[in-house]
């Protein structure tokens, strides 16, 4: 996302009276699948399965491509909720609310992301329920 996209951001939730949160998504890499075929040799921590090989499927911290992998992902997942990305950002993403009076929108950078909405916590829960994570503790909210 560029400063300028933010700046925009920030303008239109303050002129449409609009909640800012931000949210970070926990261990967001592993959230994501990769194509890459990952070995590794299994430590003590896995106990019983300790010294063999093990594939991993999904993308971790310092693959090349687990950015990619993870912005696919977060793409797909913001396409499901009803967010388009803007023409001029495509870290901007933006939606008609329910009532269809106002937008909403997310600016993502990374595995960061600033909500402006009338009610944030409606698409926190909807991106928990899109998590695979088992703990459904990966946002972390701050409100702004």
Request: aromatic residues 10%; proline residues 3%; negative net charge.
């Amino acid at each position: 996302m560029s400063i300028c996209g933010l700046h925009i951001v920030l303008m239109l939730a303050k002129l449409n009276d609009l909640e800012l949160w931000g949210a970070d998504i926990g261990n967001a890499y592993l959230e994501a699948f990769t194509d890459e075929k990952l070995y590794i040799i299994a430590g003590p921590e896995f106990e019983e399965l300790e010294g063999h090989i093990l594939v991993f499927h999904k993308a971790l911290y310092g693959l090349k491509s687990s950015g990619l992998r993870w912005s696919e992902k977060l793409h797909d997942i913001m396409k499901d909720l009803g967010f388009l990305p803007s023409k001029a950002d495509p870290y901007i993403w933006y939606r008609e609310n329910k009532d269809g009076t106002k937008y909403e929108y997310v600016a993502i950078y990374v595995d960061d992301l600033l909500i402006a909405m009338e009610n944030p916590k409606e698409l926190i829960d909807q991106l928990k329920e899109c998590s695979s994570s088992k703990s459904k503790e990966m946002v972390h909210l701050n409100t702004i």
